[in-house]
């Protein structure tokens, strides 16, 4: 299982993201353009001490990533019908997030085998990236029984 951010926005949600990708075992690819430079320094200051504990991919593009990334794209995004914990999940997974700012675009919901939403109050917009991602992150690490021992 990975975690795929699309075209990040915000360097302090990539740190935290890498950060439990570190502490999870989640390997983070990252698809360029960012919102930011990014560089070693950069994700290193982001993520603190847990950079050198992280397994991080950049891939130059979309394209790239599809390329260089096997598994099954599950799409975190408010557009979605299935409520993330009544999807079915497995290993081989990537957990794909939009950009913070827009979500993600049209060949990226088409790229996606599974869409997935988080439940929320009516009015209200989107979670944060970083936290959606952990919240889905954790209900298909606990269906596949991956989480670190």
Not at 34 to 54: H, V, W
Not at 128 to 145: C, F
């Amino acid at each position: 299982m990975r975690i795929a951010l699309f075209q990040p926005d915000l360097p302090p949600n990539v740190g935290t993201l890498v950060r439990m990708g570190a502490c999870l075992g989640l390997p983070v690819d990252i698809i360029r353009p960012c919102g930011f430079p990014l560089g070693r320094e950069a994700l290193r200051r982001s993520a603190m001490d847990y950079f050198e504990q992280a397994e991080i991919r950049i891939h130059d593009d979309w394209a790239a990533f599809q390329q260089d990334v096997p598994g099954r794209r599950v799409l975190l995004t408010t557009k979605a019908s299935v409520p993330y914990t009544e999807a079915a999940y497995a290993p081989e997974d990537v957990l794909v997030m939009g950009q913070e700012s827009v979500g993600a675009p049209d060949f990226v919901h088409d790229a996606a085998a599974l869409r997935v939403r988080i439940p929320m109050r009516a009015g209200l917009r989107s979670l944060n990236v970083a936290l959606a991602a952990a919240m889905v992150a954790g209900e298909a690490l606990r269906q596949t029984g991956l989480y670190p021992q």
